[in-house]
């Protein structure tokens, strides 16, 4: 059974850092694809970074060159580092996996995804 487990959300002004962690368990890596999401209110949820089972990332060009996603696989967790929030990134953030299908494929595109934590919020203020 997969669980994902988000923490690390919290309230800080513009300009600030939040790094976010999701503790991985009964999902491995390998031909794995990982990434996070966000949704803010009134808004579709939308793709914000993955990572593959090759350590191969993506990010959408809104937090390109602010966020970074990491994983450790001892640790079984996944990150994602906030850096220069802006208000705009205010929103609830989601860590998923994609389905292991003994591919490589992975996206932004959250009907990829299987399996999902319960989010963490991120609010950022100006």
């Known amino acids: 059974q997969v669980q994902l487990v988000e923490s690390g959300g919290g309230s800080v002004q513009s300009g600030g850092s939040l790094r976010l962690s999701c503790a991985v368990s009964?999902?491995?890596?390998?031909?794995?694809?990982m990434g996070w999401f966000r949704r803010a209110p009134g808004k579709e949820r939308e793709g914000v970074a993955h990572?593959?089972?090759?350590?191969?990332?993506l990010y959408a060009a809104s937090v390109k060159g602010r966020f970074t996603i990491s994983r450790d696989n001892a640790k079984n967790t996944l990150y994602l580092q906030l850096n220069s929030l802006k208000p705009e990134d205010t929103a609830m953030y989601y860590c998923?996996?994609?389905?292991?299908?003994?591919?490589?494929?992975?996206?932004?595109?959250?009907?990829?995804?299987?399996?999902w934590g319960q989010g963490t919020q991120v609010t950022v203020s100006s």
């Open positions: 990572i593959d089972s090759r350590g191969t990332t």
């Open positions: 998923a996996a994609r389905r292991q299908y003994g591919d490589y494929y992975c996206s932004l595109a959250s009907y990829d995804f299987t399996y």
């Open positions: 009964g999902y491995t890596y390998t031909n794995g694809c």
